[in-house]
Nanobody, 121 residues
Framework: QVQLVESGGGLVQAGGSLRLSCAAS????????MGWFRQAPGKEREFVAV????????TYSDSVKGRFTISRDNAKNTVYLQMNSLKPEDTAVYYC??????????????WGQGTQVTVSS
């Protein structure tokens, strides 16, 4: 069992930056790929980024590539999402998830409760 708790969301102006964190409980953190997803009002939850167990591989959605960076610290059981050059369309609830390296929601076994990111224009 893995419990995930996101933090770091908030209100930021367009062009600004935020760093999300996701702290995991349990001893098996480094056995899971970690992903970030987001869900805007009235829309489906969508893939943002994923990082492999060792941190050696990452994949990003086209909409965030070049602006967001996913990283992890296995010693701290934490995964991060550095978000730069934020746009109003990045506004959403951001969720971290633990599971198999994938862009598909159903491949993830554990989910956090989400953190709100709001980007004003």
């Amino acid at each position: 069992q893995v419990q995930l708790v996101e933090s770091g969301g908030g209100l930021v102006q367009a062009g600004g930056s935020l760093r999300l964190s996701c702290a995991a409980s349990g001893r098996t953190f480094n056995s899971y790929a970690m992903g970030w997803f987001r869900q805007a009002p009235g829309k489906e939850r969508e893939f943002v980024a994923v990082i492999s167990q060792s941190g050696g591989s990452t994949t990003y959605s086209d909409s965030v590539k070049g602006r967001f960076t996913i990283s992890r610290d296995n010693a701290k059981n934490t995964v991060y999402l550095q978000m730069n050059s934020l746009k109003p369309e990045d506004t959403a609830v951001y969720y971290c998830a633990a599971g198999t390296y994938s862009m598909i929601k159903s491949w993830y076994d554990y989910w956090g409760q989400g953190t709100q990111v709001t980007v004003s224009s």
